[in-house]
């Protein structure tokens, strides 16, 4: 059985962050989506939200 590699959160953004500039080449695009889900948390004016690309014509 192999062994479990442990990988901090840190670690895995850092692998995401070089695997996505090394695809895209630092290009920047515009990304079309609706957002689904929406909160703001005052304390720190942050605002999550939550996307998604539907179906052309639909609402799925």
Do not use: C, R
Request: aromatic content about 8%.
């Amino acid at each position: 059985m192999p062994a479990t590699a442990i990988l901090k959160l840190s670690g895995l953004a850092s692998q995401v962050e070089q695997v996505i500039n090394k695809t895209f080449n630092n290009l920047q695009f515009w990304v079309i989506a609706e957002v689904t889900n929406h909160s703001h948390k005052v304390a720190t004016n942050y605002h999550y939200m939550e996307l998604v690309e539907k179906a052309p014509g639909s609402d799925k």
